[in-house]
């Protein structure tokens, strides 16, 4: 009947849509195999180390930031990148993508986040973890044996989680700071990825304090402080969050800084 010939023309010009809608998305996907190459001489370009790209199929665990958790990492030898790009529906936008996540890895090294050394100040912040440790532990009661000082660092606090993910955001920032003001040329792009993510994130709302503060500084690390949800009675507790987030981005800012803010 002329009702079915319409119903089974409509039912295909959906069909349709959504196979021409999936054969874009696949057409702006870059996979990693193609542009690792070219990712790990920019990365060498920027660091001036022989720096090996991988994919994050190789990783148990990821890094934590805006780059998001199941993207992006390094352990100062590598750089790991998610195994394909589709973020949007351009191919050239997507490997930028790439290019921002090469150029931020690559940052934690270039601008020192490895560096880290157990009591020595910071340009900004005196160091305090000698005393911590005094504090936090005697040799009786210590129950770990570090084997770097980072590691010794996040021993001192009884939540290595909360102090991980704080860290890692402070960090971040210091070194997307660095980035914008070394590398003009990626700040567009930076800016742009950066209130693309913002716009993905979680409910702050459906978030215990912790983990609020936490989404908080890495929404302003963003640059979205318009996105900031908090209550108002603890509004001096994240204000002085966000105030140490202006410490770290001094042109002289070091991981030490990031540590003791």
Avoid: C
Avoid at 17 to 37: K, Y
Avoid at 157 to 177: C, K, N, P, Y
Avoid at 181 to 193: S, T, V, W
């Amino acid at each position: 009947s002329d009702g079915n010939a319409e119903g089974a023309e409509a039912f295909f010009r959906l069909e349709s849509t959504r196979a021409e809608e999936l054969l874009a998305a696949l057409s702006a996907r870059i996979e990693l195999p193609r542009v690792g190459q070219i990712l790990r001489l920019y990365a060498k370009a920027l660091t001036g180390q022989d720096i090996a790209v991988r994919s994050t199929e190789d990783l148990v665990d990821s890094g934590i930031g805006w780059v998001t958790e199941s993207t992006a990492t390094t352990e100062g030898t590598a750089i790991y990148l998610p195994p394909f790009v589709s973020t949007f529906e351009d191919r050239d936008e997507n490997f930028l993508v790439y290019k921002i996540f090469t150029t931020h890895q690559s940052g934690r090294i270039e601008f020192g986040s490895f560096d880290f050394a157990f009591g020595v100040d910071g340009a900004h912040t005196t160091a305090s973890v000698d005393g911590r440790e005094q504090q936090a532990q005697t040799a009786a009661d210590r129950e770990s044996n570090p084997v770097t000082p980072m590691e010794r660092y996040f021993d001192l606090f009884s939540d290595r989680a909360l102090i991980a993910g704080l860290f890692t955001v402070v960090e971040d920032t210091r070194v997307d700071a660095f980035i914008s003001r070394e590398y003009g040329g990626i700040r567009a792009a930076l800016r742009r990825l950066q209130a693309y993510e913002a716009g993905r994130r979680p409910d702050i709302r459906e978030m215990g304090l912790r983990q609020a503060f936490i989404e908080n500084l890495l929404r302003a690390s963003l640059n979205r402080p318009e996105t900031i949800l908090w209550p108002a009675p603890l509004e001096q507790l994240l204000g002085e969050g966000l105030a140490a987030l202006k410490v770290i981005e001094q042109p002289d800012a070091t991981v030490q800084d990031s540590a003791e803010v």
